[in-house]
């Protein structure tokens, strides 16, 4: 393992349990948990309330160059990480369905890709942590020692993301919410910069034949497999 990096990369469409299941084996390894994906919906965040013209790069950019983003550690009975951009805690406001489409139309332009795979990958210089997203296998960390895709049918993701939402008291169209996770599956793989994609050494997993725990414990047998 000399020439790999001690990451675990875990990648795949959303919907499919990478968030509770990285945190859950970034605890039980004592690794630092990098939610990749909250770093986008934060980006998309500062875009929509600047009222940034996304056409317009030069802007973009000069945006990018003042942000201030930082995660913090899940909190107690949270399964996300807490995110403060600019001073101010955005943790909730980046969560919607609506900044998860946002979030996956900004990760498409590279001046915000070549920014935030700077910062995922300084963070990630020291190894031990379990980094998340749709490409941390092969843009962000292609050397690191563990690779996992996760993948599910729509239907199961669109049927975990509404239980999600009702729980929160948000009203749900199971219709309209299904037709939002499987455009954002076609936006994600279609674009040209940094696609969803599976890495070629990556172990696939259907998150939809298993529980949140036996996937967390098949992804655990294999990494400390090799730790030991």
Known sequence: MSHKQ??????GPSGVGKSTISRR???????????????????GLKFKE?????????????????????????GEGSENVGV????????????????????????AFPAVREKLTYMQQEIGKKGEIVAEGRDTGT??????AWKFFLDADPE?????????????GESV????????????????????????CKAKDALIIDTGLMTIDEVTQTMLKVIRKELT
């Open 6 to 11: 001690k990451i675990v990369t875990i990648d």
């Open 25 to 43: 084996v970034a605890q039980a390894l004592s690794f630092t948990y990098l939610d990749t994906g909250a770093m986008y919906r934060a980006v």
């Open 50 to 74: 600047a009222g940034l013209d996304m056409a317009d790069e030069t802007a973009l950019r000069k945006c990018l160059d003042s942000i201030s983003l930082n995660l913090l550690p899940a």
């Open 84 to 107: 403060i951009l600019d001073g101010r805690d955005v943790s909730q406001e980046i969560r919607s369905s609506e900044m998860s489409m946002i979030a996956s139309r900004v990760s």
């Open 139 to 144: 843009v962000v960390f292609p050397r690191a």
């Open 156 to 168: 199961v993701r669109m049927h975990r993301r509404a239980k999600q939402l009702r729980s929160k």
């Open 173 to 196: 169209d199971e219709e309209e919410l299904l037709k939002m996770i499987i455009k954002r599956d076609r936006d994600d793989q279609a674009r040209s910069i940094a696609p969803l």
